[in-house]
């Protein structure tokens, strides 16, 4: 009771605090009780955190929760990743990571004269998120969630169902953690933006803000790609990025608030866009709660490999709820105000060759992107409500209609660099121009000769080339006058690099399917490959049968190791096995093997049945096996040498005459 009764206060502490600081707004005597109040929050918050943790590290599997995504068998780093795996711990830590920020910003938007209308909403955002997690809470009992099968009041089961083997990954262990740190502060903007529109400060709230934004295009940036990196260590297809539609919704906002960055900076120089800044601050925040209520409303469970299942009815409508308040927040005031922000706004004069007029289009190029993107993850969706069939859109439908748009946003981002506020005599910038554009066409040649020979490849080789150059130029152009603009420079490199490594690992990597026995060599992409042993690792766990394959890969007189894993887990009751890739990492390429089926190898006997016949096991005699028939639940598949493959159900009598059924 101890943990659901520190949610119940917190909820209560957030609903007070949100109260007392738009209270204050009138009365500002009542400032002190709103922040005692928010302070009480955090610190209920922290002591909820910390109470689940320590039953999770002391093995308490009384509580549903914690039985469900941990187990005996998981080492401490696991074990406290299992804190985040599920719905119930992912609320709790993004309503800490909420509560804790808040602590940095009260007295910022204090100091900036914003406090108590920031903190109201931004309270009341905790409102919702604490409201989750009263719904979804991490310390219900099992005998509660399992009350209908009779489990008894004070049960203990001896060990946990554990951590999904997908999720055991170091990755795992950082990547939720700082995704929501970025979400906890993608509210900021939106709370600055609605507290701007109320009082009617359309200018200032841009230079208040902006640090906030910046910081959580970052850090909401580098959660993704840290997913990313996980993707390719664990999900044995070889990539980083699937437009999975739950990897997408993280997308969304990120790509919002990169236009937001973008046009936050022009109108701090020109006056210009501030409509568009109010529009997009606030969108970003929606499509944060967009991309909760697509991960955890159970909407894309059988489409997308990250869903949590179903939250139940509540929840579902609490999500739908949350989404809904903050729409009607966000639109009414910027309704309200949108006689008042036309009077004052600058019109729209950009000439061609101003930066701002580079930064705008660059900026629409992007929510071009987060369009085609929004359409692709919402299809499932969409298909469903008008045709009542749900289907997703192939990966190529990404790749086939964002390609223009990169190219485009690499070149905006290049050119813009050179041009100046207002207007730009672009005669005495050819010069500069020609530099980084030679040595981008000359590496876009390299490219061509080492078989980059598609048009659009090669443009968008070009592109990110001639963006990382002109960057790196004003990197030493400006070493000792505006070091402030680094992080701008090195962002915009990295963006460059990283679609310069989409193109090649995903339209130039190569790859073949090889069928090998122990001890044999074969030839692959120019590689010998040898099939050197098998080694059964960590046998002190229980719960997993696990195979280490360990595969040497030799190409001009150099010998590299991979070793793939393959192994079977209780977690699915050993149904179907798991799998990790083995990975050889060099500059240029990776050299990827990932399993896809195992045999024995070792020659056992084998047996011919029909069905409801029956015969001894052959390596022991003592067990009956019958074959009951086909089991058609999971189709029929075919295998890579056009064989067709079914499913048996297959039950063996033990010699104590006890029956199981295989399929």
Not at 306 to 320: A, Q
Not at 334 to 339: A, G, S, T, V
Not at 476 to 483: A, G, P, Q
Request: net charge neutral; proline share 3%; aromatic share 14%.
């Amino acid at each position: 009771m101890i943990g659901k009764f520190a949610v119940y206060i917190s909820l209560v502490l957030s609903i007070l605090s949100t109260l007392f600081y738009f209270i204050s707004i009138k009365n500002s005597k009542r400032i002190k009780l709103a922040e005692y109040l928010y302070f009480g929050l955090c610190g209920v918050l922290v002591f909820a955190s910390a109470y689940l943790l320590s039953n999770i590290l002391s093995y308490n599997f009384q509580f549903t929760y914690i039985w469900e995504y941990s187990s005996r068998e998981l080492p401490l780093g696991l074990l406290i990743t299992s804190f985040f795996s599920g719905q119930e711990g992912s609320f709790l830590l993004w309503a800490l990571m909420l509560g804790i920020l808040g602590l940095v910003l009260q007295p910022y938007a204090k100091k900036h004269g914003y406090q108590g209308i920031v903190m109201g909403f931004y309270s009341l955002i905790m409102v919702f998120i604490v409201t989750m997690l009263v719904a979804k809470s991490p310390f219900t009992y099992i005998w509660e969630s399992f009350a209908g099968e009779g489990v008894e009041i004070g049960f203990m089961p001896p060990n946990g169902r554990g951590l999904n083997p997908i999720l055991q990954n170091y990755w795992n262990a950082i990547h939720p953690p700082i995704l929501f740190i970025g979400y906890a502060a993608m509210t900021v903007p939106f709370v600055f933006a609605v507290a701007g529109l109320i009082r009617k400060d359309f200018k200032s709230w841009i230079d208040i803000s902006i640090p906030w934004t910046l910081a959580a295009t970052g850090v909401l940036g580098l959660g993704i790609m840290l997913g990313g990196f996980w993707a390719y260590e664990t999900l044995g297809w070889g990539g980083f990025w699937g437009w999975d539609p739950v990897e997408n919704a993280s997308l969304l906002p990120w790509l919002v608030a990169v236009a937001l960055v973008h046009t936050m900076l022009v109108q701090k120089r020109t006056g210009g866009l501030v409509r568009t800044n109010f529009v997009l601050a606030v969108l970003s925040f929606l499509l944060v709660i967009y991309a909760t209520f697509l991960t955890r409303s159970g909407v894309l469970g059988d489409i997308s490999v990250h869903s949590f299942g179903e939250p139940g009815k509540f929840v579902y409508t609490l999500l739908i709820g949350f989404m809904a308040t903050f729409f009607v927040i966000g639109v009414a005031t910027l309704i309200i105000r949108m006689k008042a922000i036309s009077q004052i706004a600058a019109k729209l004069d950009f000439k061609m060759s101003s930066r701002e007029f580079f930064l705008s289009i660059g900026s629409i190029v992007i929510l071009a992107i987060s369009v085609i993107v929004f359409l692709g993850t919402n299809w499932p969706i969409f298909s469903e409500l008008f045709s009542s069939q749900k289907s997703s859109v192939d990966i190529s439908f990404y790749d086939k209609w964002n390609m223009p748009f990169a190219i485009l946003i690499l070149l905006l981002n290049a050119l813009s660099l050179y041009l100046h506020w207002n207007r730009t005599d672009i005669k005495s910038q050819i010069n500069k121009i020609a530099i980084s554009f030679s040595l981008a066409v000359a590496m876009a040649l390299v490219a061509f000769l080492n078989g980059v020979n598609i048009v659009g490849y090669l443009l968008l080789a070009f592109a990110s080339f001639y963006t990382i150059f002109v960057n790196a130029e004003f990197i030493i152009r400006t070493w000792k006058t505006y070091k402030r603009g680094f992080g701008a420079y090195i962002s915009h490199i990295g963006v460059g690099f990283l679609l310069l490594g989409a193109l090649l690992s995903g339209a130039y990597s190569s790859s073949e399917h090889l069928s090998m026995e122990l001890g044999t060599t074969k030839e692959a992409l120019g590689y010998k490959i040898t099939f050197k042993e098998v080694n059964q690792i960590e046998k002190h766990f229980k719960d997993r049968e696990k195979y280490e394959y360990v595969i040497t890969a030799e190409k001009d007189g150099k010998i590299a190791t991979l070793k793939p894993v393959f192994y079977w887990s209780d977690f699915n009751d050993r149904h179907e096995p798991f799998l990790e890739p083995g990975i050889h990492e060099q500059f240029m390429s990776d050299l990827y093997v990932s399993p896809k089926a195992s045999q024995s190898g070792l020659n056992y006997p084998t047996v011919l049945l029909v069905k409801e016949e029956s015969t001894k096991v052959p390596i022991d005699t003592s067990i009956t096996m019958t074959m009951l028939g086909f089991d058609m639940q999971h189709g029929m598949s075919l295998s890579e040498d056009r064989k067709v493959k079914l499913g048996v159900a297959v039950e063996f009598t033990l010699p104590n005459k006890e029956k199981r059924v295989d399929t």
